[in-house]
């Protein structure tokens, strides 16, 4: 019987000790994830950041384009209109 209740002892030791392990092994691993997670985080943040950046840009350019193409358009159409009133000035002298 003594025997026995060493060997229950001897198993309950060891299954604590597994245990304690186990949990070692869980927070050491969980750390590492959370530190990949925060680098990972960091870096689309970053990458996010310049995105918007480089959108802000572009929508910048596109209105210097779209206010050039006024004024290209707003010239023509001057061009046009004293085309105009230069023929009919000429057809009417």
């Known amino acids: 019987m ?8 001897h198993l309950l030791y060891e299954h604590q000790n597994n245990i304690s392990e ?3 092994e869980g927070t050491v691993s969980l750390k590492l994830a959370q530190d990949e997670n ?5 870096e689309l943040r ?10 802000k840009e572009q ?6 384009i779209i206010k ?11 061009q ?4 105009i009133n230069n023929e009919h000035f000429i057809t009417a002298v």
């Open 38 to 42: 925060r680098g990972s985080e960091l």
């Open 2 to 9: 003594q025997v026995y209740k060493q060997k229950v002892k």
């Open 59 to 64: 929508q910048l350019a596109h209105e210097d």
């Open 22 to 24: 186990l949990k070692a």
């Open 68 to 78: 050039n193409m006024k004024k290209v358009c707003l010239v023509l159409c001057l």
């Open 46 to 55: 970053k990458d996010k950041r310049g995105l918007k950046v480089e959108l």
């Open 80 to 83: 046009c209109a004293a085309e």
